[in-house]
């Protein structure tokens, strides 16, 4: 039996029980699409046009254009959010330093790592008083996020629904087959497991689903987590700005940001996903430790070619360019006790 049926029916896993986790599971997937429904909602007035004032308007007075300057910088659409995403000037930099993750834990033992941390960061959560929790999606036979993190002291779950390891896979590590999917009523499992991961032997949940079948909410910090899933991100993302306050606080995200058309990126509301990574990233006021863009060009993707969806073409974003790496941290936790 795979452990991907074998939870379902037993209901192995943390804090729960056979029959109450199967209800449990449905109740917050029920809950977390009636977040969404009435975030798009919230979301979709942000956009609209300043009302008239009474009596003569000049649009070249100070206060119309202040006016308008505020619902410009309210109204966060998908383009303009891709476009800082391309150019690296989606949120300002952080003011503390971060390094490369050390190349003894890359595969081949001697490359310089993709993935990068800041020290403050890392010694803020090894000294906090839960301990360092690390959330890392996306690790398949080997991450060096993943050991790297695990080998600092940090308490790491793991995910990836296309591989198998043992529960415990190695020290500080607790490994799960499941990947994230979507909580949108738009999409079913069976469409999202093609585009984005191919063949599966896990389960595919939403990310407040894995956070509350790990038992982690608002008391919790998660001080890492590595988003690496190949299209998962900005539905992920989505999630975290509409759900705020039901999981636990995320201190930093290291991530992948793709716009290729098979990654996840086809349908109209794939292209609105895009704006919810702005809105989310200065909701919480996150800074930039990492960016990097990794060119890439046109190839079959699982069946699929490679392409950046040409609205994204349109709006300025690079057409050759595989991917995008960013490092965010909630600067502002740094400095206050937990």
């Known amino acids: 039996m795979s452990w991907a049926i074998f ?78 995403i391309s150019n690296g000037t989606i ?5 503390f330093p971060s390094v490369p993750v050390p190349s003894k834990f890359a595969s081949d033992g001697h490359r310089e790592s993709e993935w990068s941390f800041q020290p403050m960061t890392l010694l803020r959560a090894l000294r906090s008083k839960e301990g ?14 993943t050991d790297f993190y695990a080998n600092m002291g940090c308490r790491v779950f793991a995910f990836d629904p296309t591989v198998q390891h043992h529960r415990q896979w190695q020290p500080n590590v607790t490994f799960y087959p499941w990947g994230l999917r979507s909580a949108s009523r738009h999409e079913g499992e069976a469409q999202q497991t093609v585009a ?11 990310l407040t689903t894995i956070m509350r079948r790990l038992g982690h909410g608002p008391t919790h910090t998660i001080h890492a987590m590595k988003l690496d899933c190949e299209g998962c991100e900005f539905h992920t993302l989505e999630e975290l700005y509409c759900t705020a306050g039901a999981g636990p606080t995320i ?37 930039t430790f990492q960016f990097r863009q990794h060119k890439g060009s046109l190839y079959p993707y699982k069946g699929e070619l490679a392409v950046v969806h040409p609205d994204l073409i349109a709006g300025g974003v690079s057409s050759d360019t595989c991917c995008y790496m960013y490092g965010w941290v909630r600067e502002a936790l740094l400095s206050t006790n937990e």
Not at 133 to 144: N, R
Request: hydrophobic residues 35%.
């Open 7 to 84: 939870p379902l029916l037993t209901g192995a896993g943390p804090g729960t029980g056979g029959i109450g986790r199967v209800f449990n599971k449905s109740l917050a997937e029920t809950n977390t699409v009636h977040d969404l429904n009435v975030c798009h909602a919230e979301v979709s007035e942000l956009c609209k046009p300043p009302t008239l004032l009474p009596g003569h308007v000049s649009f070249r007075s100070a206060k119309a254009r202040s006016r308008i300057s505020e619902w410009s910088d309210r109204c966060v659409t998908p383009i303009r959010t891709a476009q800082s």
């Open 91 to 95: 949120v300002p930099i952080s003011k």
């Open 132 to 145: 360092c929790l690390v959330y890392s999606f996306g690790v398949a036979d080997k991450d060096e996020f």
């Open 196 to 206: 984005q991961y191919g063949r599966i032997s896990g389960e595919l949940l939403s």
């Open 251 to 287: 201190m930093s995200i290291s991530i992948e940001l793709h716009f290729w058309v098979a990654l996840r990126m086809e349908q109209s509301y794939d292209l609105e996903r895009i704006r919810y990574a702005g809105l989310y990233l200065k909701k919480y006021g996150y800074r």
